[in-house]
């Protein structure tokens, strides 16, 4: 089975509205016809999505925006939270959940990645479900049963129906924004092994379907390495998403 690659801009608490439209304006300049053939999703933070999503539809280009997280209660006193229909009246097709800095600086926990994906999926949205290790667990040994039992855990109660249209990121932690790649033989080890906990919960034909991407500090002269990896289908980009020029490249590297 072919997978449409995808190439998903993390900005994280990067850029005001005004900066977001200029950004968005500028990757929208770059489109090209071929990028069809890949799934690119801008994910700023939420008050940029909807000046973001005006900006691709007035230009008819095929990007989608995406959030970095949601709020797995449709309504209700939850002050400072988003829900999914929010998301999904203003045109979101993905959202981002489990990002370690969620985990680690916010206290996402395992259990609460998995509410997010059921109501994110209930509502038509799909979810990139971030997974990865810290560098004591790699240290350790414990990469791949480490990071699996993540993925068990975010589909925990999903069926392969619903699990379909789902994207696992495979984030490892030491290599988010610290310059320091996974080589390409160590994500493909990891999204190997990913994709095989999602052809157990599944069967395999549903995971052969469902996209796995790689994040942590992917650039133009790492992407191609890691692109060609038989169980990698696109990236999660963060700083390298900021610049219209480096993504685009990103993008391309997909073709
Ligand atoms: P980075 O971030 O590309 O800056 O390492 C990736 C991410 O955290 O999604």
């Not at 977001?20 to 008050?47: G, H, K, M």
């Not at 979810?127 to 049963?145: N, Q």
């Not at 191609?224 to 696109?234: E, W």
């Amino acid at each position: 089975m072919t997978r449409k690659n995808m190439m998903a801009g993390n900005w994280k608490m990067n850029k005001t509205v005004a900066e977001a439209v200029v950004l968005t304006q500028d990757i929208s300049n770059q489109y090209d016809p071929r990028w069809e053939d890949v799934d690119v999703v801008l994910c700023p933070p939420f008050v940029d999505l909807k000046p973001a999503k005006t900006v691709l539809d007035f230009d008819k280009v095929k990007i989608s925006v995406g959030a970095q997280d949601v709020h797995w209660e449709p309504e209700g006193a939850y002050t400072g939270e988003i829900s999914v229909p929010m998301l999904k009246e203003i045109g979101c097709d993905f959202c981002i959940i489990g990002h370690s800095e969620r985990r680690t600086l916010f206290g996402e926990t395992d259990e609460m990645v998995n509410k997010k994906a059921k109501a994110l999926i209930a509502g038509g949205i799909a979810p990139i479900v971030c997974v990865g290790e810290s560098l004591a667990v790699r240290d350790a040994g414990e990469t791949e049963e480490y990071v699996c039992a993540q993925v068990r855990a975010a589909f925990a109660g999903i069926d392969a129906v619903e699990a379909k249209d789902a994207v696992v990121a495979y984030e490892p932690i030491w290599a988010i924004g610290t310059g320091r790649t996974a080589t390409p033989e160590q994500a493909q080890e990891v999204c190997a092994a990913v994709r095989a906990t999602l052809a157990d919960l599944f069967g395999d034909e549903t995971a052969q379907g469902m996209r796995v991407l790689y994040g942590g500090s992917m650039k133009p002269e790492n992407v191609d390495g890691l692109i060609c990896q038989p169980d990698i289908d696109g990236g999660l980009i963060g700083g390298a998403a900021l610049k219209a020029s480096s993504f685009k490249q990103l993008v391309e590297a997909c073709l």
